[in-house]
């Protein structure tokens, strides 16, 4: 599910970046959106917590390929640069603007657990 928002995310930047793409960036954002909302009844209450609410780190797991120690601090700076940010799917959607993703009843029972505390 992550990966379909992080998609909708990206296409839906598409969409001004690239004028002359706009529909076509628009209906992937849209088509992502629409896969993760049918995705959501597969999900167990569970996991349904999991894949929202918990950080994602998309390079988790991922071995470094320049291992080698960095020879000065410019080369330090530019390493952790390009480190990504851990994101939940909450927040990714939320950028990408999935309304109807957000408005889904199984997503808006989660949000109202969390503002209850239950969660």
Known sequence: MYALLANCLQF???????PGNSGTSRTRSMLCELIAIRLLREYSTREL????????DPLQG?????TAVPVNA??????????????SGYEVALRAQ???FLAHPLVVQQLEAIWAGTI
Do not use: G, N, W
């Not at 917590?49 to 918990?54: E, H, K, V």
């Open 74 to 87: 410019q080369q330090i700076q530019r390493k952790t640069q390009h480190r990504v940010a851990r994101i």
């Open 62 to 66: 991922q071995s470094d390929p320049a």
């Open 49 to 56: 917590i999991d894949a929202l609410c918990y950080d994602f």
């Open 98 to 100: 999935a309304k109807r």
């Open 12 to 18: 839906t930047k598409e969409v001004t970046m690239y």
